[in-house]
């Protein structure tokens, strides 16, 4: 793994912390452990993983790609992170994202961008970039990344690789540094479907340190990879392949399912009417949760303090102002004016509305298919710099990935094919906690 970085990572740059020490000395551990037969050896056993820069790691920096917590030392594993660790793999180290990981290109990291394998003069998308980058260029088996509108799925499609973002809940988001708390869930981005299962099989499951995490018993991912898929229900939402979609994506989609046809599933369109709510809607929300949850960072509790302070209101002031980007700026100006008295009512309880007729829309597509299909973002990635200027184009990027974040429900996104020799994604969605009719669907599909 470290051979492979050093060949290519001053190329990706998809590291923002290497922890070399470390993990070869856990790996060493792991070894003795084996040999001493103190510990069998599980599916798992010593792969290299990386860890988006979000996720707190004992004892190894985790910066969110911001300027503010460039020294910060977390005293604590997320949980993800221990349960990795009792799965036997070795973290090599935490990859680089969208600062607080609001974006979808990598270029609002405070440190440098992260560039696709595929091609150099591409985002690998976001924001856990750093992450499908990561395993995209082999650099790593596999990667965490976190998903709050789309940041594993659309990078996944961007770098040609596996991107699941679970059911809300299903994963414990303790140790995840809360973007929008009511949104963010933690998945992997793998080579492959199998190790997508392999992956949630090892992170997913109840913990009573995270609030929302939802108590019940886990199936066997791995033997859902049945490849059997006859007579499933495909529906496709009219919506997703209409307008502001790329006409060489939406071929790649359809050819996607002749294939799911050819295996005895059966698709229909379908239609999900308020898809075009919400993007407006989840900005609203998203920013709203940021600005109430990024209240935290104030120069005194974590991370850095400005040294231009000279009382306790340039404390917040100035260490806020140096410390943030400006996306983060943006988003925290958005969420601030949405939640002050006099436009909560018309803002974000409206948007709390918008909310459940979106997940109704899928309530209502379920009781008739077992999963919707439909591209995992509306273009294959694009050249850095082309969106960076724009932020209104970019947040077009996530128009399909959106709705099912706002809906809690488990999402795939799957390689399917090559426009202008950049890698497509096909998105998969499920029911709430069938992650594994997803994974079953995506796996005969691969
Ligand atoms: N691109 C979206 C945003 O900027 C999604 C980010 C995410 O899922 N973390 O908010």
Same mark, same amino acid.
């Given at each position: 793994?470290?051979?492979r970085?050093?060949q290519?990572?001053?190329?990706?740059?998809?590291?923002?912390?290497?922890d070399?020490e470390?993990?070869? *000395?856990?790996?060493?551990?792991?070894?003795?452990?084996?040999?001493?037969?103190?510990a069998?050896?599980?599916?798992?056993?010593g792969l290299?993983?990386?860890i988006?820069?979000n996720?707190v790691?004992?004892?190894?920096?985790?910066?969110?790609?911001?300027k503010?917590l460039?020294?910060?030392?977390?005293?604590?594993?997320?949980? +993800?992170v221990?349960?990795?660790?009792?799965?036997q793999?070795?973290t090599?180290?935490?990859?680089?994202m969208d600062e607080?990981?609001?974006?979808?290109s990598n270029?609002?990291?405070?440190?440098?961008p992260?560039?696709?394998?595929?091609?150099?003069?591409?985002?690998?998308?976001?924001?856990?970039?750093?992450?499908?980058?990561?395993?995209?260029?082999?650099e790593?088996?596999?990667?965490?990344?976190s998903d709050? @509108?789309?940041?594993?799925?659309q990078?996944?499609?961007?770098?040609?690789?596996v @991107?699941?973002?679970?059911?809300?809940?299903?994963? #414990?988001?303790?140790g995840? $540094?809360?973007?929008?708390?009511?949104?963010?869930?933690?998945?992997?981005l793998?080579?492959n479907?199998?190790?997508a299962a392999y992956?949630?099989q090892a992170?997913?499951?109840?913990?009573?340190? %995270? #609030?929302?995490?939802?108590?019940v018993?886990?199936? %066997?991912?791995?033997?859902?990879?049945?490849?059997?898929v006859?007579g499933?229900?495909?529906?496709v939402?009219?919506?997703?392949?209409?307008?502001?979609?790329? !006409?060489?994506?939406?071929?790649?989609v =359809?050819?996607?399912?002749?294939?799911?046809?050819s295996?005895?599933?059966v698709?229909?369109?379908v239609?999900? !009417?308020h898809?075009?709510?919400?993007v407006?809607?989840?900005?609203?929300?998203?920013?709203s949760?940021?600005?109430?949850?990024l209240a935290?960072f104030?120069?005194?509790?974590?991370?850095?303090?400005?040294?231009?302070?000279?009382?306790? =209101?340039? $404390?917040?002031?100035?260490?806020?102002?140096?410390?943030?980007?400006?996306?983060?700026?943006?988003?925290?100006?958005l969420?601030?004016y949405?939640?002050?008295?006099?436009?909560?009512?018309?803002?974000y309880?409206?948007?709390q509305?918008v909310?459940?007729l979106?997940?109704?829309?899928?309530?209502?597509?379920?009781a008739n298919?077992d $999963?919707i299909?439909?591209p995992?973002?509306?273009?294959?990635?694009?050249?850095?710099?082309a *969106?960076?200027?724009?932020?209104?184009?970019m947040?077009?990027?996530?128009i399909?990935?959106?709705?099912?974040?706002?809906?809690?429900?488990?999402?795939i996104?799957?390689?399917?094919?090559?426009v202008? %020799?950049m !890698? +497509?994604?096909?998105?998969?969605?499920?029911?709430a906690?069938?992650e594994?009719?997803?994974?079953?669907?995506a796996?005969?599909?691969?």
């Amino acid at each position: 793994s470290y051979t492979r970085i050093q060949q290519v990572d001053n190329k990706v740059r998809a590291f923002l912390t290497l922890d070399e020490e470390n993990a070869r *000395q856990a790996a060493a551990q792991l070894d003795k452990q084996l040999a001493s037969g103190g510990a069998a050896r599980g599916a798992l056993f010593g792969l290299p993983v990386g860890i988006k820069d979000n996720l707190v790691t004992e004892g190894l920096r985790t910066t969110c790609a911001s300027k503010f917590l460039s020294n910060y030392m977390p005293i604590y594993d997320a949980t +993800v992170v221990s349960k990795l660790k009792d799965a036997q793999t070795v973290t090599i180290g935490k990859l680089n994202m969208d600062e607080f990981a609001m974006g979808g290109s990598n270029e609002n990291s405070a440190y440098h961008p992260t560039h696709n394998p595929w091609n150099t003069d591409y985002v690998p998308g976001g924001s856990s970039g750093g992450s499908a980058a990561a395993v995209a260029a082999g650099e790593v088996y596999f990667a965490l990344g976190s998903d709050t @509108g789309g940041s594993i799925r659309q990078p996944a499609a961007y770098c040609g690789i596996v @991107g699941l973002k679970p059911t809300y809940g299903l994963v #414990s988001r303790y140790g995840l $540094v809360a973007f929008a708390s009511s949104l963010d869930q933690i998945g992997p981005l793998t080579k492959n479907v199998e190790d997508a299962a392999y992956a949630l099989q090892a992170i997913a499951g109840y913990d009573p340190k %995270d #609030s929302t995490s939802a108590n019940v018993a886990l199936p %066997d991912y791995l033997s859902a990879l049945t490849g059997d898929v006859k007579g499933l229900r495909i529906g496709v939402p009219k919506e997703y392949l209409g307008k502001g979609i790329d !006409p060489a994506v939406k071929e790649k989609v =359809l050819e996607a399912l002749k294939v799911l046809e050819s295996q005895g599933a059966v698709w229909e369109e379908v239609t999900l !009417p308020h898809s075009e709510y919400a993007v407006a809607t989840y900005y609203l929300l998203a920013s709203s949760e940021a600005s109430s949850n990024l209240a935290r960072f104030d120069g005194i509790r974590y991370g850095v303090r400005s040294d231009n302070a000279n009382n306790l =209101l340039d $404390v917040y002031n100035l260490s806020r102002s140096e410390g943030f980007g400006p996306e983060v700026k943006r988003r925290i100006m958005l969420g601030t004016y949405a939640l002050s008295s006099g436009y909560y009512d018309a803002y974000y309880k409206k948007a709390q509305q918008v909310r459940t007729l979106i997940k109704q829309d899928f309530d209502q597509v379920f009781a008739n298919y077992d $999963v919707i299909i439909g591209p995992t973002a509306p273009t294959p990635a694009f050249k850095i710099g082309a *969106q960076s200027s724009d932020p209104l184009t970019m947040y077009l990027n996530d128009i399909m990935t959106i709705p099912v974040s706002l809906a809690g429900i488990p999402a795939i996104s799957v390689p399917c094919g090559f426009v202008n %020799d950049m !890698p +497509v994604g096909l998105q998969i969605i499920g029911k709430a906690l069938d992650e594994a009719t997803v994974l079953r669907v995506a796996h005969a599909f691969e």
